[in-house]
């Protein structure tokens, strides 16, 4: 057991959830689709092919643009810019929709991992506040929906709410902020040493690890810090808080 502790926060790619990757190219096509087929019900004639090429451009440039930093991509400025290069006049609603359009098919990939909704229900058993603290663009909203996961946390965090990514401590401690809670207090479960490890144990929190897959050799003695525990599945909470 780890002490005191009165709040879980999860990672959510590759911890509560994964891409199926069969699905994951159908579902992004069928996404395109519907987005271009609304572009042409406004009167705006651009093919799949061109707007994927420029979304591609656009995209690899603001990725560029923020590389080595801790910032997170801003989806509403990628498509802004995506159709000012279409020729098309950007609006706040026009990007919304189209986000919303995109992501409500996109994220159909998205599958939870068997052992995600026993542990969140005994999370809420033994009454645990509980929290997602994830490196994730607007997208996570539509994955939260499709999931039916919001019940199961009192706090949503994303990274794109404050444009900073783990292991910037900023996602930590905003979200400890909404849960009232404080680090000691709190344990943080995800599968990323530096991003949901390293990260969280530098502002204070206990950390677990959940190693679904291989991970850099060496990782810890890099940074001199280590994990509270390793687990290979969230089942193994149970033993631990």
């Known amino acids: 057991m780890m002490g005191e502790i009165k709040a879980v926060l999860f990672d959510l790619y590759g911890t509560l959830v994964y891409e199926e990757r069969d699905e994951e190219e159908q579902y992004r096509f069928k996404a395109y689709n519907r987005l271009i087929d609304y572009l042409k019900s406004l009167g705006y004639n651009v093919s799949i092919n061109y707007f994927i090429k420029i979304y591609n451009n656009i995209f690899e440039k ?95 965090m994303a990274s794109y709410k404050i444009l900073k990514v783990k292991p910037h401590p900023e996602i930590y401690l905003k979200t400890l902020n909404l849960l009232n809670i404080s680090p000691q207090n709190a344990v943080m479960i995800g599968n990323s040493p530096l991003s949901d490890i390293i990260g969280a144990k530098k502002v204070g929190l206990k950390a677990i690890l959940v190693k679904r897959h291989d991970i850099e050799e060496n990782i810890f003695q890099k940074y001199n810090v280590y994990p509270d525990a390793i687990i290979f599945s969230l089942n193994e909470l149970r033993k631990l808080i």
């Not at 801790?70 to 279409?86: A, G, Q």
């Not at 409500?104 to 809420?124: A, G, H, Q, W």
């Open 62 to 156: 603001c990725l560029e643009r923020i590389k080595g930093t801790l910032n997170e991509l801003d989806m509403i400025y990628v498509y802004w810019n995506i159709f000012k290069n279409l020729g098309i006049m950007p609006s706040l609603n026009l990007v919304k929709n189209c986000l919303d359009i995109f992501y409500t098919m996109e994220v159909r990939s998205v599958k939870i991992f068997p052992d995600t909704l026993s542990i969140l229900n005994y999370c809420r058993k033994r009454s645990f506040k509980t929290a997602i603290v994830s490196n994730a663009t607007i997208r996570f909203e539509y994955v939260i929906s499709h999931l039916k996961l919001s019940n199961y946390f009192d706090v949503l």
